[in-house]
């Protein structure tokens, strides 16, 4: 066993009718979040094993969710091209985002949640804004050859993963966009905990760790099945080893500087389609095509 790595399989979610396709710690790691192919979203204490609540208006496949800071607001993308913005304690949909013109895969609020960014298959990234009445984009970047994956945000950039085998940063104070070409499709991006490199999910079985500020590939990571599914990838709390569920149903762990496996193990009966971290804990969630999410701890 590694010390200090979640490997204890310490609970399991039960309630998506189908596949989960995402899940999500909200920012303190008390709850997460669930969605899947039964058109739902489902809050959960995952501590605790307890379903608190399930939020349901969306008309095909939930593929993304994002929670406020303080835990109060809830957004949420998929096949029905719309981005739901949510108030998590009424379950109510407080408005409707409409301008993909295809399946949205990806959202995220920025750190005072008065925007949101979204990333979908029409090849572009959307951003909203929450505190007006509007319902129409208030930036449109479409500079994508294809399907945009998946999306994160720091302080003054937008972040995204694209099959046209790109990562693009916008920055949004000077209006430059950087390209890092990764030569192979991306399917999913996450920074690293001190947001100084970025970890992309490539559909060639392969992770790749670059240098934000040089854009030099200062690793790879392999032993999983990536080809044809959205799967997540993250690094721990610590940024010391870096993981990601596999097409086979097992996650990885890697040590984040050699990239050696320094654990895999089988935790799901089919594709993992999403590991979340605790943000301080040595906890972990993951969710999969078998229509669970399981709680991981050390």
Not at 31 to 50: A, E, F, M, Q, V
Request: proline share 2%; aromatic share 8%; glycine share 8%.
């Amino acid at each position: 066993m590694v010390a200090g790595l979640p490997l204890r399989e310490s609970g399991v979610l039960k309630g998506h009718e189908g596949a989960v396709l995402a899940v999500r710690f909200n920012g303190d790691g008390n709850y997460c979040l669930s969605c899947g192919k039964d058109r739902t979203l489902r809050l959960w204490n995952p501590h605790r094993g307890i379903h608190v609540k399930t939020y349901k208006s969306h008309g095909r496949e939930v593929r993304d969710v994002h929670v406020t800071p303080d835990n109060s607001k809830l957004v949420s993308c998929g096949g029905d091209r719309q981005i739901f913005y949510w108030d998590v304690s009424t379950g109510r949909v407080i408005r409707k985002f409409r301008g993909h013109d295809s399946e949205v895969n990806s959202v995220k609020f920025n750190e005072y949640a008065s925007v949101v960014v979204s990333a979908g298959y029409d090849r572009s990234v959307r951003t909203w804004d929450c505190r007006s009445q509007s319902t129409e984009p208030i930036q449109i970047i479409d500079t994508f050859q294809d399907s945009v994956m998946s999306v994160c945000l720091t302080k003054s950039e937008i972040i995204a993963g694209s099959v046209d085998g790109t990562v693009r940063t916008f920055d949004i104070r000077v209006g430059r966009e950087l390209v890092d070409d990764m030569k192979q499709p991306v399917n999913c991006i996450s920074l690293s905990n001190d947001t100084n490199c970025l970890l992309a999910s490539c559909l060639d079985s392969t992770l790749r760790l670059l240098d934000r500020s040089s854009g030099e590939l200062l690793q790879e990571y392999k032993g999983h099945t990536c080809k044809s599914f959205k799967m997540d990838c993250c690094l721990t709390n610590t940024d010391a080893h870096v993981t990601s569920g596999s097409e086979d149903g097992f996650i990885f762990f890697w040590d984040l500087v050699d990239a050696s496996v320094v654990m895999k193990f089988r935790a799901h009966a089919s594709v993992v389609t999403s590991v979340s971290y605790h943000p301080k804990d040595s906890c972990m969630i993951t969710s999969s095509v078998d229509g669970t999410v399981r709680v991981w701890k050390e």
